[in-house]
């Protein structure tokens, strides 16, 4: 079955710590996104990537960083720099060229210890 | 300011009642209008999309009304159920973004609960 992957389903960081969450898509899609989610406000989008080695800034980037090394794979490091992390973390996918429609993975829920 | 404003931020309805989510937007580039559906716990599910072309579209029990000179467009939940209940967000991004990105502005969700 094609789609997104998310790991861990929870995560705990502790002060002072940068922590890794994965995403995976093997949907071939070329573009993909993570959101971050807060109770109503919305998803607001923390960095997105067209192609492989390219990616740009969100509407929230701060305190966070990304990598897209392959077209099916786009971790997203929340730093030490981000004060206030705790949030559900959506990634997204897009095939892009004609198509819109944005894939959501299941999420990770990240807390602080 | 790319901004979509949805309203309720919260919905309670009978089952089998009528439910009615409304959102507008600012930016005349937007041309296209997805709804998603999040239960508690999991990521967005894409429920239905327009384009401005049309003015109505419907699958099954839902509908998305769309008013272009308004700059505003709805979710009609017909015969709603228990199991509609969900987070429904209203979203626009512009086709004319380029490549492969669409960024999608996404309003701030309706909290929708059909009682039995």
Redesign the interface.
Known sequence: DGGITQSPKYLFRKEGQNVTLSCEQNLNHDAMYWYRQDPGQGLRLIYYSQIVNDFQKGDIAEGYSVSREKKESFPLTVTSAQKNPTAFYLCASTEGWGDETQYFGPGTRLLVL | QQQVK?SP?SLIVQKGGISIINCAYENTAFD?F?W?QQFP??????LI?IRPDVSEKKEGRFTISFNKSAKQFSLHIMDSQPGDSATY?CAA?S?YSG??????T????TLLTVNP
């Not at chain 2, 716990?41 to 894409?46: E, F, I, S, V």
């Open positions: 949805q931020q296209y997805p998603y716990g999991k990521g967005p599910a894409l999309a967000f991004t086709s490549g492969s990105n669409y960024k999608l996404f309003g701030k969700g």
